[in-house]
């Protein structure tokens, strides 16, 4: 309904200050497209805020399963004690879990139980685990996420090569009218398209070294995701400072582009550097298969890494390691939601402004 409300008003209303007609399908395919590109943005963003929900749920789970661990620990080093149970009803843990509180009676010459803390400590060693379930449940979903956006890559741009070939071909013989450009306003694309979408290329491609992961490599190194050069270029977002697995903002808006002013020289980029540049975007679409599939793997990567880090929880110094290596598991699964879904928002935006660009720059070509 909004795109054709969109192209309606277009085909009515467009014309260049001049009153002579610009080329209406061009011009026509940028709104439409922004109208689009708008909706699929929107599904991204969600996606990226429902994870971000799934990362803090999964962080309060496994802290949780600590605790519970902890007092498994407790429970069975000194046993059921009047100091044990009190901890207990303040806690809440056993009516939080379905668990039955131990009665004060039953305490043997020592003051302890050993039955009844036995008992407790299996019990909280249960409801751990489903946390360590929820988190391999958390990973699938996590990579699932991913998945769809890589796919939103190939159903997306699929659909935008005719337009863009449409806003090129507009420009065919075209020279830049240089009393136009007087009065032309100015515009916002990405200033080297070239580069970006180099780098988002060097992103995609960095899935695979993910899938490759072990725990070994986790825990005992940060700097797992793409070089920082490349992670701004592509996407506008920078390490945390000290975490090399997670990432944010760079401060400003990436998307926004910079601000161009029509000229013969952008005109001819548009023709020729500028063109190339999203025929590479367009080139990364056509291997979004091989990227998802880079994704399902990795997806198995860190289930597994969940798996064997549930297996050794309990085992002292490993259980730190453990939880080590999920932390990390996790901002970096977080951080590669963030970065798929920006590099999308980027690719079908840099065919956008290309598209929106043309018109601008054909609006001040010779008749």
């Excluded at 803390?117 to 699938?140: I, M, N, Q, R, V």
């Excluded at 070239?194 to 992961?213: E, F, I, Q, R």
């Amino acid at each position: 309904m909004a795109i054709r409300s969109a192209i309606e008003n277009l085909r009515t209303k467009l014309e260049d200050p001049e009153g002579t007609e610009v080329n209406i399908t061009v011009v026509v395919d940028a709104e439409a497209e922004a109208v689009e590109e708008a909706l699929q943005q929107e599904e991204i963003d969600a996606e990226i805020s429902e994870g971000e929900d799934l990362a803090e749920n999964d962080e309060a789970g496994q802290e949780e399963a600590a605790e519970l661990n902890a007092m498994a620990s407790a429970l069975r080093e000194h046993g059921l004690t009047p100091g044990m149970q009190a901890l207990l009803a303040a806690s809440g843990k056993c009516a939080m879990y379905g668990i039955p509180m131990p009665a004060k009676e039953g305490l043997d010459a020592t003051g302890r139980n050993m039955t009844q803390a036995e008992a407790l400590a299996t019990a909280f060693e249960a409801s751990g685990d489903s946390f360590w379930e929820s988190t391999k449940k958390f990973f699938a979903e996590m990579w699932d996420k991913i998945k769809r956006m890589i796919t939103f890559i190939k159903t997306h741009l699929g659909g935008l090569e005719g337009r863009v070939k449409r806003a090129h071909d507009s420009l065919s013989g075209k020279s830049f009218d240089e009393d136009k450009g007087k009065n032309a306003k100015k515009f916002n694309d990405i200033k080297d398209p070239a580069a970006v979408t180099a780098a988002v290329g060097k992103l995609l491609a960095g899935l695979k070294s993910t899938a490759s992961l072990n725990r070994e490599g986790i825990a005992s190194s940060e700097g797992d995701l793409p070089a920082e050069a490349d992670l701004k270029a592509a996407t506008g977002y920078k390490y945390v400072e000290g975490n090399k697995n997670r990432i944010e903002e760079d401060g400003k808006d990436f998307l926004k582009g910079e601000e161009l002013t029509p000229s013969a020289a952008l005109l001819g980029e548009y023709q020729s550097a500028r063109f190339q540049a999203i025929q590479g975007v367009l080139a990364m679409m056509r291997k979004a298969d091989g990227a998802v599939a880079d994704a399902e793997n990795c997806k198995k990567t860190f289930v597994k890494l969940a798996e064997d880090a549930s297996k050794t929880k309990n085992d002292g110094k490993v259980g730190d390691e453990a939880k080590n290596v999920i932390k990390k598991s996790r901002d970096i699964t977080s951080s590669w939601l963030k970065i798929i879904g920006r590099s999308t928002k980027v690719m079908t935006r840099m065919c956008t402004m290309y598209i929106t660009g043309c018109a601008k720059v054909r609006a001040c070509a010779k008749a």
